[in-house]
Each structure stands twice: as C-alpha cells, then as structure tokens.
C-alpha cells in the first residue's frame, strides 16, 4: 500500500534536488532548487513523488547538451491557491519527447520555450483521504494492480540515466577503487573502438582477458547491465554528444558510433531517447541540413 504524508513539501523537495547535484555536476549541468515560501504543509505521497520528480530531472540532465540550466522552483499561485511545482531546463526544446513523462505517476503539464522546456505540476492546499489522491492523478487509468510493473519500469529506467560513466566511476572511485580502474578501462576500450562495428562482446574479452561469462558477472555486478547492453549504451552516448555538437549528418553519426546502418541506428536511438535522431539533431542544429 503506498501511503500519504501531510509534511512540510518544501524541505522535501529541495534535499531531492541536493541529491541529485553530483549527478548533475558529472555532466556539466547546472543544477538548481529554490522556493517562494520557507515552509508549507501539504498531503502528498513521498515514494510516489520522489520518483515522478527524480525521473523527469534525471531524464533532463541526460538529454540536454552540456552548459545547461536546470531550475526547480516552488511557487504560491494566488488565481487558484495551490503550490507549482516548476521544473525548466535550457539548452534544448524538449516539448516533443513525451516519452520523459508518459508514465509519471504525478502529472506534469508541459511548455515549449525559447531555448529549453517548462514542466509544471500543481499541489492543492487542500486535505485529500490518503486513497483519493491517486485517484485524482491517474489521467492514463494507471490503477493500483499496475503499480508493481510502473515500479519496475521506473527502476529500470533510472538505472539507465544512470549509467552516464563519469558518474558511475565518480561513486565508484568513493568506494571501491579497483572497479573504478576496471570500469575506467573498460570504457577506454570501447571508446577507442567506438567506430568499428565488429568491436563487440567477444571482442572486449579478449582486451581484458576475461571469459565471456567473468566479464558478464562483473558488469552486471557493478551496472546491472550486460557487456552487449553497455556497448551500446555508451555508443549512443556518443552519438547525442556527436549530434548536439557537430554538424555531422546522421547517417555520419550512425557511422562514426559503430552502427551497422542508419536504419539500425535511428530504431535504437528513438527507443532510448524517445524522439528520432533526425529531430533530435534539428533541434540541436536548427541551421544546418541533414
């Protein structure tokens, strides 16, 4: 049973945003919490909103291009008397990417602006019974049967954010600095080979001198993900970066990151990021053609 608690929201969300300041930071991304009110008590449900907020910030810091601005304020709104959650990011029109929040628990309204994306989400100052409140935001019928799989989905996706290498080798360093210097060269490796499209699973065993089922364990040990998976990952990541940067076409992109063909490419980064690479590089690079 997920539970509501009447507890001040404005200390709540500001240490929410402190957490995920190391994250921000390993991307070059300037992260921000402020508030118009020192202290208000509302009902909410903690677990629920931590993750709506964490996952749209982390989904955020993920896609902008390094240099951007994130801003998570608080606000009274007098027209209506209920609290706004704003949460705006500079650097890159996110309007189109439904994907960040199809599947929030609590409902953002979103805003194209000039240069970045608003998200807006309100909290009536009103008491509401602990059952209701669900009830009141489930706009996509999510019902509590479905609870279990939306946590896993959200779980799934935040491991994905998080599986940016200057933030894993960052906590890992804190901790356990022998994986931090396997993880530092196992990203090295593939970095290196990023371009050859034959570099694969088998391949990076043989540069570490691991079985196939040796490395499978450590990695998934360490990221939760599997040697192919990681490869992948981190060739997409490169492909934003070449996207948000360069005036490379896409299929020199697709190219340069080691994908067999641009049809392969755009299938696997719309799946990851949820918007064509196409789009995505217009959007970065308004000016140039394709």
Do not use: W
């Not at 990203?187 to 196939?212: G, H, P, Q, W, Y």
């Not at 970066?241 to 049809?263: N, P, Y």
């Not at 299938?267 to 990851?272: A, S």
Request: glycine residues 2%; proline residues 5%; hydrophobic residues 40%.
């Amino acid at each position: 049973m997920i539970y509501s608690s009447e507890a001040d929201i404005v200390s709540f969300l500001k240490g929410l945003v402190q957490s995920l300041l190391p994250y921000a930071h390993a991307n070059k991304v300037s992260l921000s919490f402020s508030s118009e009110i020192k202290k208000q008590v509302v009902l909410y449900q903690p677990f629920l909103l931590s993750q709506s907020v964490f996952q749209l910030i982390c989904s955020i810091i993920n896609l902008v291009p390094p240099k951007s601005k994130i801003e998570v304020r608080l606000l009274y709104c007098p027209e209506n008397k209920n609290l706004h959650l704003e949460i705006e990011n500079t650097g890159i029109n996110l309007f189109r990417m439904n994907e960040i929040i199809v599947q929030n628990i609590y409902p953002f309204q979103v805003y194209p602006q000039p240069n970045g994306t608003l998200y807006r989400m309100a909290f009536p100052l009103y008491h509401q019974s602990s059952a209701s409140v669900l009830d009141m935001l489930a706009e996509d019928n999510t019902s509590a049967t479905n609870l279990p799989q939306f946590y896993k989905e959200i779980q799934k996706r935040l491991r994905s954010h998080f599986t940016q290498t200057e933030k894993l080798i960052a906590t890992l360093e804190q901790s356990r600095p022998k994986e931090a210097a396997f993880m530092q060269r196992i990203n090295a490796l593939i970095k290196v080979n990023l371009d050859d499209e034959n570099f694969d699973t088998e391949t990076l065993c043989k540069a570490m001198s691991l079985s196939r089922t040796q490395l499978f364990r450590r990695l998934k040990s360490l990221i939760q993900q599997a040697p192919a998976n990681y490869i992948k990952i981190i060739r997409l990541q490169k492909a934003k970066e070449l996207l948000e940067t360069t005036d490379l076409t896409v299929g020199e992109v697709a190219f340069k990151t080691g994908f067999q063909t641009l049809s392969h490419f755009t299938h696997i980064f719309q799946k990851q990021y949820g918007i064509l690479p196409s789009v995505f590089r217009r959007s970065n690079n308004p000016a140039t053609n394709e």
